[in-house]
């Protein structure tokens, strides 16, 4: 049973606020009839132009978007059904990361405040307890636990997505969305936090949905390739088949269009 199973997701938005910039009518479909399933341990990679959608659907599926219609099942659950006690429980097991690493961290806060935050919202734990994980969590995104008591804003962007991640896995999810986790950061920068979230996978069994502009960059994590365009899923399967024999020519623009990244990450 896959862990992650989506039918028929459609989700719209007022067509002055269109993730495509341009449109015609009075709705836009930024998520068009997509379905797709997300085995237990993979990585299902999610490419696409700017505006095609790729954030707007990772967003639905953790449901934090509400789509207007479709259905999402997670481990079994019908998430679009659950409500209060089951949700939040579910929820649980769904995190996400960030794109910036810049505003994703609130500066006012300190990085123990920061990292331990999914746990002082969703309970549980005595404050001994949090900060023993949360210096846990830090050693495996490659941070000292000292680090706990500085602020954002004494990092560099590397070291501040390292911090995001690691708030990602306080709870011990068992799927992440990443949602263009590399973009905001140099490529050198990039491919070590790609490296990193490839360690973490087998270190914790995680699934991810990474959503990436860059098929060279997914191509490394991804057990699976999915790709938007418009809305829409144009094309999925497996990394192998959509890397080196892709069907639709907008896959193969993508595959061309930041090879220095190819070799960033290999």
């Known amino acids: 049973m896959s862990l992650v199973q989506a039918e028929h997701l459609i989700k719209s938005f007022a067509s002055g606020h269109s993730v495509f910039g341009t449109a015609s009518g009075d709705r836009i479909r930024a998520v068009n009839d997509v379905s797709?399933?997300?085995?237990?341990?993979?990585?299902?990679?999610?490419?696409?132009?700017?505006?095609?959608?790729?954030?707007?659907?990772?967003r639905v599926l953790l449901r934090l978007l509400e789509p207007d219609s479709g259905s999402i099942r997670f481990a079994g659950h019908d998430l679009l059904a659950a409500d209060g006690r089951e949700l939040r429980r579910l929820r649980r097991d769904m995190q996400i990361i960030f794109q910036d690493p810049y505003s994703s961290l609130d500066p006012r806060m300190t990085v123990e405040q920061?990292?331990?935050?999914?746990?002082?919202?969703?309970?549980?734990?005595?404050?001994?307890?949090?900060?023993?994980?949360?210096?846990e969590m830090m050693r495996a995104v490659g941070l000292d636990e000292s680090a706990l008591?500085?602020?954002?804003?004494?990092?560099?962007?590397?070291?501040?997505?390292?911090?995001?991640?690691?708030?990602s896995l306080m709870l011990r999810p068992r799927f992440i969305v990443a949602d263009e986790?590399?973009?905001?950061?140099?490529?050198?920068v990039g491919a070590q936090i790609v490296n990193l979230l490839r360690q973490l996978q087998k270190d914790f069994r995680l699934t991810y949905l990474l959503i990436s502009h860059s098929?060279?960059?997914?191509?490394?994590?991804?057990?699976?390739?999915?790709?938007?365009?418009?809305?829409?899923?144009?094309?999925?399967?497996?990394?192998?088949?959509?890397?080196?024999?892709?069907?639709?020519?907008?896959?193969?623009?993508?595959?061309?269009?930041?090879?220095?990244?190819?070799?960033?990450?290999?």
Not at 43 to 54: I, N, R
Not at 114 to 135: F, K, N, Q, T
Not at 238 to 246: F, G, I, L, W, Y
Request: glycine fraction near 10%; charged fraction near 25%.
């Open 114 to 135: 920061i990292v331990c935050e999914p746990i002082a919202i969703h309970g549980g734990d005595l404050r001994s307890a949090r900060r023993s994980r949360a210096a």
């Open 36 to 58: 797709l399933s997300i085995e237990s341990g993979e990585t299902v990679g999610l490419v696409g132009e700017s505006g095609s959608g790729k954030s707007t659907l990772g």
């Open 215 to 266: 098929l060279p960059v997914v191509r490394y994590l991804a057990t699976r390739i999915a790709v938007m365009k418009q809305g829409k899923l144009v094309e999925f399967d497996t990394t192998e088949q959509v890397v080196t024999a892709p069907r639709r020519e907008y896959t193969r623009t993508l595959l061309a269009a930041t090879p220095e990244l190819r070799t960033a990450v290999s």
């Open 181 to 188: 986790p590399v973009s905001a950061l140099d490529v050198s």
């Open 149 to 167: 008591q500085r602020y954002p804003h004494e990092f560099s962007g590397g070291q501040r997505q390292r911090i995001g991640i690691a708030r």
